[in-house]
Nanobody, 124 residues
Framework: QVQLVESGGGLVQAGGSLRLSCAAS????????MGWFRQAPGKEREFVAA????????RYADSVKGRFTISRDNAKNTGYLQMNSLKPEDTAVYYC?????????????????WGQGTQVTVSS
């Protein structure tokens, strides 16, 4: 079992920045993938970014490329999502997810564990 706990959400004005954290505990794997997804009210959950824990390879949704950066701290078993130039359309609950095999996928169904989510609200 892997436990994921997100933190760092909040309210920010458009153009501002936030950094989300995802602390992983329990059984972890050197080759796993950490992903970030988000879900706005009335919309489906969508992929934001993912990172391969072993070598740091990343993948981003087109909507966040150049604004968001995913990273990880191996020693702390924690992943991060740095969000800059935030827009009102970035408002959503952000979820951290973990896949135990090394595939940088944007498909939420391919992730094995999920955190509880953290709210990000961007005001205009």
């Amino acid at each position: 079992q892997v436990q994921l706990v997100e933190s760092g959400g909040g309210l920010v004005q458009a153009g501002g920045s936030l950094r989300l954290s995802c602390a992983a505990s329990g059984r972890t794997f050197s080759s796993y993938v950490m992903g970030w997804f988000r879900q706005a009210p009335g919309k489906e959950r969508e992929f934001v970014a993912a990172i391969l824990w072993s070598d740091g390879r990343t993948r981003y949704a087109d909507s966040v490329k150049g604004r968001f950066t995913i990273s990880r701290d191996n020693a702390k078993n924690t992943g991060y999502l740095q969000m800059n130039s935030l827009k009102p359309e970035d408002t959503a609950v952000y979820y951290c997810a973990c896949r135990i095999t090394p595939l940088l996928t944007a498909n939420a169904l391919r992730y094995d564990y999920w955190g509880q989510g953290t709210q990000v609200t961007v005001s205009s």
